[in-house]
T-cell receptor, first 116, second 114 residues
């Protein structure tokens, strides 16, 4: 197991274009999270999945953002009609799930998005 | 709602000196607490976590943290800092149940001077 993998590492896009990021979690982890981190801030929660079900979405996740986790394995995060304010590091994390225990996360290295 | 405050945005420590990074949390019950470290351009790496039991927890890279319920604090310490410890450090809080996401502080940037 090589940990949580995110691709691409960097993405530069023009304003108005669509972008898609991929996250491959640790294989035995059934929880997958997306966080966004802007300069000088801690990670902010966007959304999470348990297996293939998207269980919670933050108010930060506007209707231009969509996330999927088909078959409960990898996940994609798509941003449509990108804006300069979307420039950030997008972090994926995974964890095992036990209703009685919060295990914390294993993070990927992130995808740095720059909208020009 | 849960929240985390890291009052120091930047801290500079001389190499070999001791380090303490502050973290205060707000949560209605006893939370799970975490410290993560982030090197520039990288994701976050878990340093240590507190779930229950001994309030002094040991982590990787020689770090430790102490949970103080009365002060709602979970400060990170290291007795002797190395230049490679220069990075950003994030404290995070989550509920004890697995039905919870983590809330992060804004981070403290550690600079190590020779």
């Amino acid at each position: 197991d090589t940990g949580v993998s995110q691709n691409p590492r960097h993405k530069i896009t023009k304003r108005g274009q669509n972008v898609t990021f991929r996250c491959d979690p640790i294989s035995e982890h059934n929880r997958l999270y997306w966080y966004r981190q802007t300069l000088g801030q801690g990670p902010e929660f966007l959304t999470y999945f348990q297996n293939e079900a998207q269980l919670e979405k933050s108010r930060l996740l506007s209707d231009r953002f969509s996330a999927e986790r088909p078959k409960g394995s990898f996940s994609t995060l798509e941003i449509q009609r990108t804006e300069q304010g979307d420039s950030a590091m997008y972090l994926c994390a995974s964890s095992p799930f036990d209703r009685g225990t919060n295990y914390g996360y294993t993070f990927g290295s992130g995808t740095r998005l720059t909208v020009v | 709602a849960q929240s985390v405050t890291q009052p120091d945005i930047h801290i500079t420590v001389s190499e070999g000196a001791s380090l303490e990074l502050r973290c205060n949390y707000s949560y209605g019950a006893t939370p799970y607490l975490f410290w993560y470290v982030q090197s520039p351009g990288q994701g976050l790496q878990l340093l240590l976590k507190y779930f229950s039991g001994d309030t002094l927890v040991q982590g990787i890279k020689g770090f430790e943290a102490e949970f103080k319920r009365s002060q709602s604090s979970f400060n990170l310490r290291k007795p002797s800092v190395h230049w490679s410890d220069a990075a950003e450090y994030f404290c995070a809080v989550g509920a004890r149940s697995g039905y919870s996401t983590l809330t992060f502080g804004k981070g403290t940037m550690l600079l190590v001077s020779p």
